[in-house]
């Protein structure tokens, strides 16, 4: 069993900074691939960002590139999404969630724990 707690989220103007953390439990987080996912109200959820066990190979959604950063360090067993340069369409409930595989997936279905999720809200 993996338990997963995010933290790092609020509220921050239109081209601010925010970074999430998601410290894990158990002794699996250093083989497991992991991602971040995001859900606004009306909307599906939607992945943003998966890194794998290594932290080697990392993947994003288009809306995202360029401006989010996904890492991790295995000693913490806590991974990080650094989101620069955020616009209100960013605005949503942040997950954290964790693979029993150690590669990278897009879809959440692939994911086999979740956290309890973050708001991030970004004003305009």
């Known amino acids: 069993q993996v338990q997963l707690v995010e933290s790092g989220g609020g509220l921050v103007q239109a081209g601010g900074s925010l970074k999430l953390s998601c410290t894990a439990s158990g002794r699996t987080f250093s083989t497991s691939a992991m991602g971040w996912f995001r859900q606004a109200p009306g909307k599906e959820r939607e992945f943003v960002a998966g890194?794998?066990?290594?932290?080697?190979?990392?993947y994003y959604a288009d809306s995202v590139k360029g401006r989010f950063t996904i890492s991790r360090d295995n000693a913490k067993n806590t991974v990080y999404l650094r989101m620069n340069s955020l616009k209100p369409e960013d605005t949503a409930v942040y997950y954290c969630a964790a693979r029993s595989s150690s590669w990278v997936a897009v879809g959440g279905s692939n994911y086999d724990y979740w956290g309890q999720g973050t708001q991030v809200t970004v004003s305009s």
């Open positions: 890194i794998n066990w290594s932290g080697d190979n990392t």
